[in-house]
């Protein structure tokens, strides 16, 4: 998990107010804003494309193929199946230990699964 920040904006949940909770209209102490519970600590992650922390939905076509590169930060190139085309793919800080060669399990542009590349063993290739 990413502990500290790289970028320069500061990163906040959008869901949790970190402000003085005050009271509404009317008399103190009879109205107040609603409880929210934190799922996750503020700070520790915080991903606006991750689908376990962030916003996003995870619908859509499910697509698969193999890393190729991953010389962009938290983004890697995949090849799609079997035709010959690459594409970009998000991949969160809380998806680890990703190597060129693995077979990654995607929804559109987003990361999901990651199989690991066989190494050594002869085999034939998945693509």
């Not at 060669?101 to 590349?117: H, M, P």
Request: proline residues 4%.
């Amino acid at each position: 998990m990413a502990d500290i920040q790289t970028e320069r904006a500061y990163q906040k949940w959008p869901t949790i107010f970190q402000n003085k909770k005050r009271v509404l209209l009317g008399e103190t102490g009879k109205e107040k804003l609603p409880w929210y519970y934190k799922n996750k600590s503020p700070g520790t992650y915080i991903d606006k494309k991750c689908p376990s922390t962030g916003n996003v939905s995870i619908r859509g076509r499910i697509l698969s193929g193999v890393v190729t590169k991953m010389r962009m930060q938290k983004t890697i190139y995949n090849r799609f199946e079997k035709r010959h085309k690459n594409m970009l793919v998000h991949l969160y800080p809380c998806i680890r230990d990703v190597q060129i060669g693995d077979i990654v399990t995607t929804v559109r542009f987003n990361v999901l699964k990651v199989t690991k590349a066989a190494g050594t063993k002869k085999q034939f290739q998945e693509f």
